[in-house]
């Protein structure tokens, strides 16, 4: 499956944005999908996944700012970000794997996932 992200830009503290994660070659619905973040100077770190079977997972930092959802018609996968903060810059990622979302109840990491997609950067200005 081919990833393509999209939708990031320039935002203001405090300010929304959505960006969209569109699948190509093969349907998401057999596919958990998560959104992976990366600044400058730092490592990819996980941020949501939404999972093949429904299970939704966030991040401690974005838990209450941001919502995935998926639209398998559309076989695309959507990051809303609300209430956005300067820490939340950066290069943002969707990736897929076949096989679920999490395991013992911890999000799977970003080596488990095998279809990444180019990147969207996101940049909150303070």
């Known amino acids: 499956v081919q990833l393509q992200a999209s939708g990031g830009g320039l935002v203001q503290t405090g300010g929304s944005l959505n960006i969209s994660c569109a699948a190509s070659g093969r349907t998401l619905s057999r596919y958990s999908i998560g959104w992976f973040r990366q600044a400058p100077g730092k490592e990819r770190e996980f941020v949501a996944v939404?999972?093949?079977?429904?299970?939704?997972i966030y991040a401690d930092a974005v838990k209450g700012r941001f919502t995935i959802s998926r639209d398998n018609a559309k076989n695309t996968v959507y990051l809303q970000m609300s209430n956005l903060k300067p820490e939340d810059t950066a290069a943002y990622y969707c990736?897929?794997?076949?096989?679920?979302?999490?395991?013992?109840?911890?999000?799977?990491?970003?080596?488990?996932?095998?279809?990444w997609g180019q990147g969207t950067l996101v940049t909150v200005s303070s």
């Open positions: 990736a897929a794997r076949q096989g679920a979302a999490h395991q013992g109840g911890t999000y799977m990491p970003a080596r488990y996932y095998n279809n």
């Open positions: 939404f999972g093949w079977s429904g299970t939704k």
